[in-house]
């Protein structure tokens, strides 16, 4: 008697848009396939959020405008069902760190120094989907819900609350 032992490991990288409410996102994702296991990390490049703070307008976005402010980080854990098929369904599980300034850009901006920057981290829960479109490109699919938690960065940080988020995400990649 034998036993047939599948293993395989695979790296790919990716870039797509995510609305993570309340971030809309562009990401650079590398990610690393063992069996049933995907861990990754994105680069998230920031296109504004809308601030859930009590002090801040409802309908006003933040926009960054500091370089620094631009970037954010997820870090990504997938199980994988189907592993070697061409279309592989998944569950997830994200954790998110973003930075965002109050612009002078934004439209409604009372003046730039009025708020304090503000910080949000996130952890999401969902399902997705990647197709192969063949041996190494491929489109990816995720839909999910968590916490979004939005704090000042002052010192000390003070925390602004914390309320239910979404994440849809959609993106192509190249696997090595």
């Known amino acids: 008697m034998s036993i047939c032992v599948v293993s395989f490991s ?3 990288i990716s870039g ?9 996102q562009y990401n650079l994702s590398i990610d690393q396939t063992y069996d049933h296991h ?19 307008p409802d309908v006003w976005f933040m926009k960054p405008d500091l ?7 997820t870090l990504s854990y997938n199980y994988i069902f189907n592993p070697t098929d061409p279309v592989q369904l ?12 109050i612009s002078t850009k934004a439209p409604q901006t009372p003046t730039a120094n009025e708020y304090p920057k503000v910080g949000s981290i996130s952890l999401m ?8 479109l063949n ?3 491929f489109l990816d699919f995720k ?7 939005q704090y000042y960065l002052t010192s000390p940080p003070v925390s602004g609350g914390t309320s239910p988020g979404f994440k849809f995400g959609f993106g192509i990649g190249y696997k090595f």
């Open 67 to 73: 370089l620094s402010e631009y970037f954010g980080v």
């Open 90 to 101: 998944y569950l997830f599980t994200d954790l998110g760190y973003t930075v965002c300034g």
């Open 135 to 137: 041996d190494n490109w």
């Open 38 to 56: 995907r861990f990754g990390i994105s680069l998230n490049i920031n296109q504004g959020q809308k601030s859930y703070l009590p002090e801040v």
């Open 10 to 12: 695979q790296l790919s």
């Open 125 to 132: 829960l969902g399902a997705g989907y990647r197709s192969y």
């Open 16 to 24: 797509g848009y995510s609305v993570l409410r309340p971030v809309m």
């Open 143 to 149: 839909a999910g819900a968590g916490l979004y938690h």
